[in-house]
């Protein structure tokens, strides 16, 4: 019988399976073309816990948009008086721009989503990239903080700069590449029956692993520099990036 066919059921989630039948079938296989749609209470193709992102992210992106344009006068204004940035400021600008990449990412997956059913893989994936690669800039920066007067400390003037360099670019393209292949690998269990979040597996616990290895490596950092700190002034902006950081590293 020609379609379509509209079937609706909210009472309670379901196990749906759908059979069809000729029953004047021939001896020979018949050919048929169909269509299935399936969709959630209100007629969404999204599940009940990504309505909200899906209406949220667009406007965050906005208004992170809106929020870095005075951090990008006070960038430029830098710029025309020194001729350049410290590195810092690098980084920071290199985390804003991979945190908003990543909600730029999710709304056009969400997007797609909404239209079709199904997101773009590629636009998720790299949206979880950019974010923990985002968070793994801001981390890496808080613990240079941390521990740059030691390291000042204990390398001599002429070999300092050129060890730190390499010694940071090596633990910097290390952590990156780790994060991008566990985030890929966790991947494969996007589907499975019993995953009820995106932390439950094995790569994923890899990832918080590594984040709770770099704020014990802050903590250290900051313990450390209060121990050998008289000025009030220093102390005092040690504890509270120490208070900060924390919330930051453990959120």
């Not at 709304?107 to 199904?118: A, F, K, P």
């Amino acid at each position: 019988m020609p379609g379509p066919w509209l079937l609706l059921q909210s009472i309670r989630p379901h196990f749906w399976y759908f059979v069809i039948a000729d029953c004047q079938a021939a001896a020979s296989p018949s050919t048929m073309s169909y269509k299935l749609e399936t969709y959630n209470a209100g007629g969404s193709h999204l599940s009940h816990e990504d309505i909200a992102p899906a209406r949220m992210i667009p406007i965050f992106a906005a208004v992170f948009l809106l929020a870095m344009a005075p951090l990008g006068g006070l960038v430029y204004m830098n710029i025309q008086e020194s001729g350049s940035l410290h590195p810092s400021i690098r980084n920071l600008i290199l985390a804003l721009v991979l945190f908003f990449a990543t909600l730029v990412l999710e709304t056009v997956n969400y997007r797609s989503y909404m239209r079709e059913g199904r997101g773009i893989v590629l636009a998720d994936l790299l949206a979880e990239i950019g974010s923990w690669l985002a968070q793994l800039v801001v981390s890496l920066e808080l613990l240079g903080i941390a521990w740059a007067w030691s390291v000042d400390e204990m390398l001599s003037p002429t070999t300092k700069k050129r060890q730190k360099q390499a010694l940071l670019i090596k633990l910097v393209s290390f952590l990156a590449v780790l994060h991008v292949i566990f985030i890929v690998l966790g991947r494969q269990y996007d589907g499975a029956h019993s995953k009820y979040h995106e932390s439950e597996t094995v790569w994923a616990l890899g990832l918080i692993a590594m984040r709770l290895l770099l704020f014990v490596g802050f903590a250290a950092g900051i313990v450390n520099l209060l121990t050998k700190e008289d000025n009030l002034l220093q102390r005092d902006f040690l504890l509270r990036l120490a208070a900060l950081g924390t919330l930051y590293f453990l959120s």
